[in-house]
Antibody, heavy 119, light 107 residues
Framework: QVQLVESGGGVVQPGGSLRLSCAASGFTFSSYGMHWVRQAPGKGLEWVAFIRYDGSNKYYADSVKGRFTISRDNSKNTLYLQMNSLRAEDTAVYYCAKDLTAVAGTDYWGQGTLVTVSS | DIQMTQSPSSVSASVGDRVTITCRAS??????LAWYQQKPGKAPKLLIYAASSLQSGVPSRFSGSGSGTDFTLTISSLQPEDFATYYC?????????FGQGTKLEIK
């Protein structure tokens, strides 16, 4: 069965950095695009970033562009999100999610990892 | 960026009721719309993709319709496990924006 397990969350000071990982299993990871989506406490869902199956194209929300970098290692079945210059408003649960198809949404999600940006 | 607007923001209903949630896109997105259900403390779950296709394993009481800018999610007969928050998301172009959510509460 498909499993996505995020890790790497924690408490970080404003201006700091953090790298999230998402370990994938149960499907051919190298054949699917992957997303990061976040949810601030008590708020709605915010799409963050997407990477194509082969890493050839990446897309970002304006709110994170230039600060966050999405990447993947298909040999390790792992998705990453490098987050730099973190702000208080980046505090959220971060989910990785598997693309169903390029235009159909995401069919599997991890359990999420909490990132708290606070001094 | 495409803005997604859901209505209502919250709705109260009873078990057995028929409920409809609406999602409007700020520009045409063809049929590239997904609906998700989220329960507290849990990850979202895909219900409908491509506006009207039922995701595998999702009960048939859930249905979606629409194209262009106007979409609906209908739950034909509410069950206790359906009380949750529902989100639409456009997948036509990046960024894949979500609606603000509709909280479905028990009356």
């Amino acid at each position: 069965q498909v499993q996505l397990v995020e890790s790497g969350g924690g408490v970080v000071q404003p201006g700091g950095s953090l790298r999230l990982s998402c370990a994938a299993s149960g499907f051919t990871f190298s054949s699917y695009g992957m997303h990061w989506v976040r949810q601030a406490p008590g708020k709605g869902l915010e799409w963050v970033a997407f990477i194509r199956y082969d890493g050839s194209n990446k897309y970002y929300a304006d709110s994170v562009k230039g600060r966050f970098t999405i990447s993947r290692d298909n040999s390790k079945n792992t998705l990453y999100l490098q987050m730099n210059s973190l702000r208080a408003e980046d505090t959220a649960v971060y989910y990785c999610a598997k693309d169903l198809t390029a235009v159909a949404g995401t069919d599997y999600w991890g359990q999420g990892t909490l990132v708290t940006v606070s001094s | 960026d495409i803005q997604m607007t859901q209505s209502p923001s919250s709705v109260s209903a009873s078990v057995g009721d028929r409920v409809t949630i609406t999602c409007r896109a700020s520009q045409g997105i063809s049929s590239w719309l997904a609906w998700y259900q989220q329960k507290p403390g849990k990850a979202p779950k895909l219900l409908i993709y491509a506006a009207s296709s039922l995701q595998s394993g999702v009960p048939s009481r859930f249905s979606g319709s629409g194209s262009g800018t106007d979409f609906t999610l209908t739950i034909s007969s509410l069950q206790p496990e359906d009380f949750a928050t529902y989100y639409c998301q456009q997948a036509n172009s990046f960024p894949h924006t979500f609606g603000q959510g509709t909280k479905l509460e028990i009356k």
